[in-house]
């Protein structure tokens, strides 16, 4: 079964400074798609950034990097200059290659502070 | 604004009751899914449709039911509800079925059971 691990339950960073969530993952499979999502509090379910696990090349979404490990299956989130509309929870999902549900992490508490 | 609409907004109902969600899938979209989001299980997958048939079941309680119509908008019917069910109901879609489809969530049913 995949799991989905995010060890940061909470985080802070100072607006414009640079800072990295983790999220390592549980899968037999070769062929499987990695997320971020955000979850601001209107709790609407932001995609951030998306990363195929056939893909050698880190995704790049504006601020947003991913540094995709898989061998180490670790697949953190990058957010460099920080913004105050940053703030939210960061849950980071995979989904496998035979199944179409998402499985998430339990998420990261993510402040940018002024 | 990703496009899914989810109606009610927010929910109060009793214990023993019945509700029905509603999502429209953004214009295109053939394949919807519904996630429960509750402090102590996080977010799981509950079902997913594809062009009106169901391609996939999570952990949807058998007091849980859904169906998707022609006009591909689909409904979460839940039953003989209880405290434990209060939670926010997500329903994403994706243009397809199929693992490399990123799935766009709309802004949630927040439900209380009193």
């Known amino acids: 079964a995949q799991t989905v691990t995010q060890s940061q339950p909470e985080m802070s960073v100072q607006e414009a400074e640079t800072v990295t969530l983790s999220c390592t993952y549980d899968t037999s499979e070769n062929n499987y798609y990695l997320f971020w999502y955000k979850q601001p509090p209107s709790r609407q379910m932001i995609l951030v950034i998306r990363?195929?696990?056939?893909?050698?090349q880190n995704a790049t979404e504006n601020r947003f990097s991913v540094n995709f490990q898989k061998a180490a299956k670790s697949f953190s989130l990058k957010i460099s200059d920080s913004q105050l509309g940053d703030t939210a929870m960061y849950f980071c999902?995979?989904?496998?290659?035979?199944?179409?549900?998402?499985?998430f992490g339990k998420g990261t508490k993510l402040t940018v502070n002024p | 604004d990703s496009g899914v609409t989810q109606t009610p907004k927010h929910l109060i109902t009793a214990t023993g009751q019945r509700v029905t969600l509603r999502c429209s899938p953004r214009s295109g979209d053939l394949s919807v899914y519904w996630y429960q989001q509750s402090l102590d299980q996080g977010l799981q997958f509950l079902i997913q449709?594809?062009?009106?048939?169901?391609?996939a079941k999570g952990n949807i309680l058998e007091r849980f039911s859904a169906q998707q119509f022609p006009d591909l908008h689909s409904e979460l019917n839940l039953s003989s509800l209880e405290l434990g069910d209060s939670a926010l109901y997500f329903c994403?879609?994706?243009?397809?079925?199929?693992?490399?489809?990123?799935?766009?969530f709309g802004p949630g049913t927040r439900l209380l059971v009193l």
């Open positions: 999902a995979t989904r496998q290659g035979g199944s179409e549900k998402l499985v």
């Open positions: 449709y594809y062009n009106g048939e169901e391609r």
């Open positions: 990363q195929e696990a056939y893909k050698q």
């Open positions: 994403a879609s994706s243009t397809i079925a199929g693992p490399s489809e990123t799935q766009y």
